[in-house]
C-alpha cells in the first residue's frame, strides 16, 4: 500500500477539482440537501451498537457504583445493559396490552419484553435499527416514526404501557407530553428512564428537570414512582471517559505530531483543522466526565401516570 504523503493528497484533489468529466459529480454533491437531523441513520449509533452487540444503547445499570473504570470490561458493561433493561420490564404491570418501546435502539429491551411474554412495538426512525430489529424480532411490529410523528389516528390508546428508555431527552416536551396523552390507553403507564439538567448545568443535553416536572403537572401527569440511579450509571461513563483521556487524546497528539514532522507544510496547511478537531474531541470528553456529569445531571426512573 502506498504512503500518504502531501504530494498524494495534493494531486488527489487537483484531479476532482480540474479534471471536467469530476465536475458533475461533484455538482451533484454541492447540490445535495445538506442532512439536518440523524435520527433517520445515525452512523455513530450504529457503530455503538456494532461494538456493543447486546441490543443495548443505553448506560446500564451497575450494582456496584464504586467500580473503577479500570477494572471494567466491556462485558461489564453489556451485563449492566442488560439489568437495566431487566428492572424496567419489572415494572410492566398490564400483561394484556400492548407495551411501546419508543426509541427501541438496537431492540434489546424489545427482546426482554417479548421473552417476557408481553406484546412490545418497537418505534425508531433510524434505518439501521429499524433493519437491526426487524431482522432479530421478525414477529415484532415497528413504527418507522419519532414519537411526535406517530399517526394517532392509527395508535390512539393502542398501548397500556410506554417505555421511553435513554429516549425522552431527543422528544420536544410538549409534543411528546401530548403524544403520549393520546397513545396509552386509560390507565395506562409510562415508564421513563433517562438524564436531566441541573439548574446550573453547563451542557445542554436532557431536558432541564424543572422544565419536565412543571410541564407533566400542568398537562395532568402525575409520578407515581421514581428511583435516582445516577451513581448507577456513572461507572460506563467512567470508562468511556478513561478510554478517551488515556488513549484516544494521546493518540490524536502523536498523529499531529508525526504530521508536523513528516510533512510540516501538510501540518501547516490542517492546522486550523486539526485543532478544532482536537477541541471539538475535549468538548465531547467533558459531556462523559463523570464528574461533571454527577454535578450537572441526574438520572431517574419514573413511573408516570395520568392523574384521574
Known amino acids: 500500500m502506498n504512503k500518504l504523503t502531501a504530494g498524494f493528497i495534493a494531486k488527489s484533489i487537483a484531479r476532482r477539482l480540474l479534471i471536467p468529466s469530476n465536475w458533475s459529480p461533484l455538482l451533484r454533491r454541492l447540490r445535495q440537501p445538506r442532512v439536518r437531523g440523524k435520527a433517520a441513520d445515525d452512523a455513530s449509533l450504529k457503530l455503538y451498537g456494532?461494538?456493543?452487540?447486546?441490543g443495548f444503547l443505553n448506560y446500564g445499570y451497575h450494582e456496584n457504583p464504586s467500580l473503577a473504570p479500570e477494572r471494567m470490561c466491556l462485558g461489564d458493561?453489556?451485563?449492566?445493559q442488560v439489568r437495566y433493561g431487566e428492572r424496567l420490564v419489572k415494572l410492566v404491570v398490564d400483561r394484556e396490552n400492548r407495551v411501546l418501546d419508543s426509541g427501541c435502539g438496537m431492540g434489546g429491551l424489545t427482546g426482554l419484553l417479548s421473552r417476557e411474554?408481553?406484546?412490545p412495538t418497537a418505534l425508531t426512525p433510524n434505518r439501521a435499527q429499524i433493519s437491526r430489529v426487524r431482522a432479530d424480532y421478525p414477529g415484532v411490529p415497528i413504527i418507522e416514526s419519532k414519537l411526535e410523528q406517530i399517526p394517532l389516528p392509527e395508535y390512539r390508546h393502542a398501548f397500556g404501557t410506554v417505555i421511553t428508555a435513554e429516549s425522552f431527552m431527543y422528544v420536544n416536551l410538549a409534543q411528546g407530553l401530548a403524544v403520549l396523552e393520546q397513545i396509552l390507553r386509560p390507565?395506562?403507564?409510562w415508564i421513563l428512564c433517562d438524564y436531566f439538567?441541573?439548574?446550573t448545568a453547563a451542557h445542554k443535553s436532557?431536558?432541564?428537570w424543572t422544565d419536565f416536572t412543571t410541564a407533566l403537572q400542568s398537562s395532568g401527569w402525575r409520578i407515581v414512582s421514581m428511583e435516582d440511579i445516577t451513581a448507577n450509571v456513572l461507572p460506563t461513563i467512567a470508562h468511556v471517559h478513561m478510554w478517551g483521556t488515556r488513549y484516544g487524546l494521546p493518540l490524536m497528539q502523536f498523529a499531529a505530531e508525526r504530521l508536523q514532522r513528516k510533512h510540516p507544510a501538510l501540518h501547516y496547511l490542517l492546522q486550523d483543522i486539526v485543532s478544532k478537531v482536537q477541541g471539538q474531541v475535549q468538548e465531547n470528553l467533558d459531556i462523559v466526565d463523570p464528574v461533571i456529569f454527577a454535578r450537572e445531571k441526574k438520572y431517574v426512573t419514573l413511573v408516570i401516570e395520568r392523574r384521574v
Open 50 to 54: 456494532q461494538v456493543l452487540p447486546g
Open 77 to 80: 458493561i453489556e451485563k449492566a
Open 197 to 199: 439538567r441541573v439548574e
Open 187 to 189: 390507565g395506562g403507564r
Open 117 to 119: 411474554g408481553l406484546k
Open 206 to 208: 436532557g431536558h432541564r
